[in-house]
Structure formats: C-alpha cells, structure tokens
C-alpha cells in the first residue's frame, strides 16, 4: 500500500520538512572542528522541539538520538557522541526528521570540517548532484524506477567528469514517507527505468543517494546501527522529502 496524501495533508508534511531544514541548517552552521557530534545532537533536537514537533529518529527501533551523524567512511545511520569530536578534515553526513501534526519530513546533507581533499568535495558534489537529478524525475506517470534510474545517470556523468569512479551504495535507498517515516516503495539508487508503480500525484518519497569513494560493499558495527564502508572509504548521502504534485516535484524539506 503506498499512501496518497490530499493537498492539506502534504502542506502539513511541508511544515514538517521546515523545520527539518531549519534543524540541519543550525546543525550545518554549528559544525566546526572541536563540537561533539552529541553537541550537533542537542542542537537539532532543540530545534524541533522548539518548533513544537517531536525528533522522528529519537526512540526509533531504538535509535538513541535526534539525528544521525555519520562521519568519514561511516555511510548512514552513526549514533552521535560525546567522545565522536569533531576535526579539520573531517566529512560528515548529518541526516534528520521531525514529526509536526502526525506527519513526517525526512532529509539529509553533507557537511565538510575546515578543509577536506578535491576528491571529498567531489564526492559529496557528485551525491547531491544525482539527488537533484532523481527529484527532477519526479512526475504523475512516471515508474518508480525512472528516479532510480536518473539518480544512477547521474552518478556515471560525475564520474566521467571527475575522472574516477564512485561506490553506489545498493543496501540502502529511499521510502515512502508521510504519516511513517519508512513507508513503501523503497526506492533503490540504480537500475532500470520503467518499474515499479507509477507515480501518482499525493504521493511523497525520501530521495536519498549515498556514495563512496571505494567500494559499494557496508559493514554494520556492532552498536547494531551505524553502517560503515567495508574498505574504509569515505561516503556522502544527501536525501530530500519529495511530493508529487501535478504541477512538478515539490520538495517538501527544501529551507524556505
């Protein structure tokens, strides 16, 4: 069952989204060299709940915290810490969610410390670049795979451009996403056009790509959440809630 939102229902989830990006905005702007990535935790938690909404990911199969904060070859999913600080050179991976009136927003950046390498830069370029190319392959009629597609499109033409290739992480994708967080379709960041259900105007999904600069392969750590490349390679994921509306995608947790 994928759900359909009514018009109402999907300005309540945009509500939702802004104060996501309100909390990753404070968050990116408080990242520095020194700051704990608990500290970068409280941060967001505040700012939702000063919002008036809940933290989505606080309590979630457990998950300790309000965001997930993964640095260097950590992909998804890192428990932020008060002994994980921060230091120059360092890529993390800031992902976050916030539940206002029932509903759901979900998003996530990369973020750099100081100075990081051409190469690290390029990285997260390249992530964002095939996110942006999977949401503008958001439209009523389209399949499902048609964005899983344009995202891995866009990672070969970085790849060409940079001159190098990039680990596309397949264990992990987009969702659905609206009165839950993880909703059907799950959403795989490569393939084939032309599968899975169309998309259908009132639906909303997470976009979120997640590369590496090594291999595809994960391994999950043994605090049973943080998901780290198997070669120690670094990784960028950046992820946007998207609704489909016949007018086009509207992204749901774009900063205002």
């Known amino acids: 069952m994928i759900e359909i939102k009514t018009p109402a229902q999907l300005a309540a989830m945009r509500a939702a989204g802004l104060v996501v990006a309100r909390a990753l905005g404070n968050v990116a702007a408080a990242a520095r060299a020194g700051i704990s990535t608990a500290e970068l935790d409280e941060i967001a938690e505040q700012t939702i709940r000063d919002a008036g909404a809940v933290p989505s990911f606080k309590g979630y199969h457990g998950f300790p915290a309000s965001i997930c904060a993964s640095v260097n070859e950590q992909i998804v999913h890192g428990i932020p810490a008060r002994t994980q600080v921060l ?11 916030a539940i206002l009136d029932d509903w759901h927003g979900d998003s996530a950046v990369t973020l750099y410390v100081g100075s990081v390498t051409d190469a690290e830069q390029a990285l997260s370029d390249a992530t964002r670049a095939a996110m942006e190319a999977g949401i503008k392959a958001v439209a009523p009629g389209a399949r499902l795979t048609d964005i899983s597609h344009a995202i891995e499109t866009s990672v070969h033409t970085s790849e060409r451009a940079h001159g ?93």
Not at 87 to 97: F, K, Q, R
Not at 180 to 190: A, E, I, K, Q, V
């Open 87 to 97: 230091a120059d050179g360092d890529l993390i991976s800031v992902d976050c969610g």
């Open 164 to 256: 190098r290739a990039y680990g596309i992480v397949r264990e992990y994708g987009g969702h659905g996403i609206g009165s839950s967080m993880h909703m059907d379709p799950f959403l795989p960041n490569y393939g084939k056009p032309g599968k899975g259900p169309r998309l259908r105007t009132g639906m909303a999904i997470a976009i979120e790509p997640m590369l590496t600069l090594g291999t595809e392969e994960t391994v999950e750590l043994e605090d049973g959440w943080t998901v780290v490349t198997a070669d120690g390679s670094r990784a960028a994921h950046w992820e946007h809630t998207v609704a489909v509306t016949d007018d086009g995608p509207w992204v749901l947790t774009a900063p205002e």
